[in-house]
């Protein structure tokens, strides 16, 4: 019996140990703690609502990935279905907003990137008498269209925003990157920096490569030393921006929209002067809040008018309060 | 179709012996698949020399060939699995599963990258089998097996990304141990006087001089050429036609793996929507470089040179200070250019040859 106990303490032991060589020396690894971070909410579909989420996300981008968590986090706060879905291609959005419209869901909260592409899809769910929200884009059309509510960042004045800053600060030759493109809210931003710096530039790199927009941007910073500032649209090319600026030992600053936990910290340490942030986990969560009163409660967010989600400026002298939040994919 | 002498593939024995012509000097440099690239290659070269002021430096250059390194090393597999007569549509997704496996292992586990690198390694050659092996015994085209891992991997790499961090993005993972030496091996680099060369340039040069001499030296080089320019008759005269091929699309996955190591330790994390688009990069370097799309006919050197083209007219572009909106367009020129004066080129040796 004794033997058996200690050999079985041994192996414990050894098992111990052998745990703790493999993992005591590796830092950086996932923090051991107790995951009940989605505490708290009611039951889903304890309100009896089911709600549509249509956007025109891309899969795989942080910045939709926080839409949904906010999205994800009302419907839970507020007992309602949420049904998820998203193509990038308008024509194919507009057939999943037909679908919500056939299956009778009690609201539709989409995004209206290509207005003209969607309107039919719209109104013929306020035909139906379906209640719709629009955010993130459409900002100028979604009265027009039949939406009720918008909840989302004016593009155009968010550059504009962005350019004034630059200007205020002495930039003259802001080089503005496009990851996506042929994207309308990209070339908004980028156009509204414009406006406030008329020597800004435009770049087009290839988002989906990370090594291919160093280099490009490399290129292009090596080519033309009296770029000043860069400004990048997403916060993964931010990061790779940081590369291609040190690379080509660019003296230009760099400033960046939205937000990934790795640009919070680059913010955080003053490689990035500042972020324009729209608040993208706001948008999910107002647009399904929205239809949950107004079905609930008939309530009407922003008065008729949209309700801007942004910009928000995320700087030295906030990030301490916000990098916690981006480690969470809240912010 | 015109081969140099030692790739020569196995062909059914010719009827017309007695017509045979002697090849010239010139005629055989001609009839090499890389000849016409290397002079599409320097044409455009000269083209970005006078047009692109900030082109002429040998940083430039540098940056140049970083570019086409992270295209070419895959290209050179991507080559022979085409002169194998195969393709592989998941070669751009692969790259960044190879990362993500990686990382997101040791970071779960806290244990050090080198078991997730080997881990990776191990299930990346698995994707490669798993696709020749499918390919092999359905006998249902490689475009479309491989669409469909290419499929599968887009999806894996997002939901088991989303799950594991919670977010579409891979975790940092530059404080985890193994970093600074997978960093070395995968993404160092270092200074020769103000030029800055990044290591995977020098694996790029490493992988087509290896690729090269088994293609052209070879009896496996050989038997790539059999399997792609006449499989049937390669299988009768004794080639193992289902191994060569398995074994050719793990090649590709190997260099996907390699790609998506240098990608990862030179970021830190990775985005899990990453790498889609880059297959069909690594089958214009292949094209460009004077492969067939039909199997049976290319070679490294031209593969590399592909990948050169593309990398030089990609940034080229962007120091020239062209509109960036026409970008695509420009490219798009460029490399139907390199493609007309390859074919040119081959078309000048033939007709040579007959006459």
Redesign the interface.
């Known amino acids: 019996m004794t033997t058996s106990r200690s050999r079985g303490a041994r192996l414990v032991a050894l098992a111990a140990v052998v745990a703790l060589g493999?993992?005591a020396?590796?830092?950086?690894?996932?923090e051991?703690t107790d995951d009940t971070s989605s505490g708290g909410g009611n039951a889903a579909g304890s309100s009896g609502y089911t709600i549509a989420f249509i956007t025109h996300e891309?899969?795989?981008?942080?910045f939709?990935?926080k839409i949904k968590a906010g999205a994800q986090q009302a419907a839970r706060d507020e007992g309602v279905t949420l049904k998820y879905s998203n193509d990038p291609d308008a024509s194919k959005q507009a057939v999943l907003i037909q679908n919500a419209v056939d299956s009778k869901v009690s609201g539709i909260a989409t995004t209206l990137v290509t207005p003209k592409a969607l309107a039919g899809a719209v109104k013929s769910a306020t035909d139906a008498k379906i209640p719709v929200v629009g955010l993130n884009s459409g900002i100028d059309q979604y009265k027009q269209l039949g939406a009720l509510m918008y909840f989302g960042s004016d593009e155009n004045l968010a550059g504009q925003t962005a350019g004034q800053r630059i200007g205020q600060a002495g930039g003259k030759h802001p080089l503005c990157v496009?990851q996506a493109?042929g994207s309308v809210a990209l070339e908004a931003r980028c156009a509204g920096v414009k406006s406030a710096v008329p020597g800004t530039e435009?770049?087009?790199v290839?988002g989906?490569?990370?090594?291919?927009v160093v280099?490009?941007l490399?290129?292009?910073l090596?080519?033309?030393k009296s770029i000043d500032y860069v400004v990048t649209l997403g916060a993964?090319i931010a990061?790779?921006a940081l590369?291609a600026m040190d690379?080509a030992a660019s003296k230009a600053k760099l400033i960046t929209f939205d937000l990934?936990?790795?640009a919070a910290q680059d913010i955080q340490d003053g490689k990035i002067e500042f972020s324009i942030d729209q608040q993208p986990y706001v948008q999910g969560y107002m647009a399904v809040t929205s239809l949950y009163l107004y079905l609930k409660n008939g309530n009407d967010i922003g008065g008729g008018k949209a309700v801007l989600t942004g910009p928000s400026f995320v700087d030295k002298s906030n990030i301490d309060k916000i990098l916690p939040f981006t480690k969470n994919?809240t912010r | 179709m015109s081969h140099s002498v030692q790739a020569a593939p196995p062909r059914p024995a010719p009827s017309d012996s007695s017509n045979r012509v002697t090849l010239g000097l010139s005629n055989r440099l001609l009839a090499r698949p890389e000849v016409g690239a290397l002079v599409a290659a320097i044409l455009i070269f000269i083209f970005f020399m006078a047009a692109?002021p900030?082109f002429r430096?040998a940083?430039?250059f540098f940056?140049?060939l970083?570019?086409s390194s992270?295209i070419g090393i895959v290209a050179v597999g991507v080559g022979m699995l085409m002169i194998g007569g195969e393709f592989d549509l998941s070669a751009g997704v692969i790259t960044t599963t190879a990362g993500l496996v990686n990382s997101m292992f040791?970071?779960?586990?806290?244990?050090?990258l080198w078991v997730g690198a080997l881990l990776s390694l191990v299930f990346c050659l698995f994707v490669g089998f798993v696709n020749g092996y499918l390919v092999m015994k359905t006998g249902i085209p490689s475009f479309l097996i491989t669409l469909g891992t290419f499929f599968v991997l887009?999806g894996a790499?997002?939901g088991v990304t989303?799950l594991v961090t919670?977010?579409?993005?891979s975790?940092?993972?530059?404080?985890?141990?193994g970093?600074g030496s997978l960093n070395k091996i995968f993404a160092s680099s270092f200074k020769i006087g103000s030029v800055?060369v990044w290591i995977t340039v020098l694996w790029w040069v490493l992988f087509v001089a290896l690729a090269a001499w088994i293609l052209q030296r070879t009896r496996i080089g050989n038997w790539f050429f059999a399997v792609g320019g006449a499989p049937d008759s390669a299988r009768a005269v004794g080639v193992p036609v289902v191994r060569t091929k398995i074994g050719l699309f793990m090649t590709v996955s190997f260099l996907g793996w390699f790609i998506g190591m240098?990608?990862l330790y030179?970021?830190?994390?990775?985005?899990?929507?990453?790498?889609?688009?880059?297959e069909f990069l690594y089958i214009i370097a292949a094209v460009v470089g004077g492969t067939l799309l039909t199997g049976g006919f290319g070679n490294a050197i031209g593969v590399a040179i592909g990948a050169f083209i593309f990398?030089m007219t990609?940034?080229g572009i962007?120091?020239?200070?062209w509109d960036?909106?026409w970008?695509?367009a420009f490219l798009g020129v460029m490399l139907l250019l390199a493609v007309l004066v390859n074919l040119y080129i081959k078309r000048m040796s033939t007709a040579r040859k007959v006459g």
Not at chain 1, 25 to 30: E, I, L, Q, T
Not at chain 2, 166 to 169: F, I, L, Y
């Open positions: 493999v993992t020396c590796s830092g950086g690894g996932k051991k891309t899969p795989g981008d942080t939709w990935d496009i493109a435009n770049l087009q290839n989906a490569d990370d090594a291919s280099s490009t490399q290129a292009k090596s080519q033309d993964p990061v790779d590369k690379a990934n936990a790795e994919n | 692109a900030a430096s940083e430039s940056t140049v970083y570019q992270t040791c970071w779960y586990f806290g244990v050090n887009q790499n997002l989303k919670g977010s579409v993005s975790t940092d993972i530059s404080r985890i141990d970093f800055t240098h990608t030179r970021f830190n994390t990775l985005q899990a929507g990453n790498g889609v688009g880059n990398g990609s940034l962007v120091y020239a200070g960036p909106n970008f695509k």
